[in-house]
């Protein structure tokens, strides 16, 4: 099957950089909506220094299953204008939105057959955009179930956890200074910081942070996603792998039971949706994404996908 990538902006509040993918530019199929993770990667899932091309890859994936596939660039980042800084979790969901708009009036959509997925922030935006799209359905990718405080608990925690048994001045300064309590009362004052701050930005623990960014996502609990979920009236697909250390896997079981949940829970499956070949350390993690990007999508997770959307 020849896949076209056909670039593009589009014009709303700010400037959108996007690509449409598709095999036949004037049939109309079903349109799947990527939306990406936290931070500056591109809508390929590349930036300076890193290669992924995770999200060029689920776009292939898709549009190889029979569907129009669209990805774009977060807002103030690569092909996209608008301030990077200023933007809240509700403007990720406005900009979501307005690519759907977008691409219903495109001859190879069926603009009644919307779906969105959602990989690691992506899944709490596609969750919130069930309450302002018509979704025919939700994917939630590495993220389900948690809100962005409970993320980063989990994250700190995989840190202490790791630290406990190693030796070393490193691990002996961690194992005195840090504890549960502490990295809560950190996350805590986090947030406080952000409420009270004024500007785009604030400075917190040695960083800028994006004020309306942090703000708006403190503003969501795991139960609001959760009850957002058992609300949606599509069908929702799940899926975390046991090897993610950046959404924890057990947040599935919540939804688990739903009558309109799927949930996926792979053996040694990443983040980045690779099968893992090493011990899985968050400390060097960064190095086996690297490591793995060149891999394929873990075999079962595209399965899942496609019997998944054969349901339809």
Partial sequence: MDIFDERIIINGE?????????????????????????????????????????????????VRMGYTCIRYD??????STGNFNSAGLSDLVNDSATVIEYAKNLPCVDENRIIACGHSEG??????????????????????CMCLKSAMEYQNYKVLDEFKDKKGLLAWILNKTLSKEKIEKQLTSLYDKAKKSK??????????????????????????????????NGKVLAITGKSDLQADYTCLDRIAEFENVTTYVPENVNHMLKEIDDDNSL?????????????????????QVEDFLNLK
């Fill in 123 to 144: 899944a709490m935006i596609a969750t919130l955009l069930t309450k302002q799209q018509k979704l025919e359905s939700v994917i939630l990718l590495g993220g389900a």
């Fill in 14 to 62: 700010n400037k959108i950089g996007a690509t449409v993918s598709y095999s036949d530019y004037f049939k109309k199929r079903p349109l799947v909506l990527l939306i990406m993770g936290t931070g500056k990667l591109d809508r390929d899932g590349n930036m300076k220094g890193f290669k992924s091309d995770l999200y060029k890859d689920l776009s292939d994936m898709f």
């Fill in 283 to 303: 400390l060097n993690v960064q190095k086996q994404y690297k490591r793995l990007a060149k891999n394929p999508i873990h075999e079962g997770t595209k399965k």
């Fill in 74 to 79: 977060k807002r103030g980042t690569h092909e």
């Fill in 199 to 232: 500007k785009d930005t604030f400075f917190f623990r040695g960083a800028f942070l994006p004020s309306k960014w942090i703000k708006e996502h403190g503003s969501f609990s795991d139960e609001d996603y959760i009850k957002m979920i058992e609300e949606y």
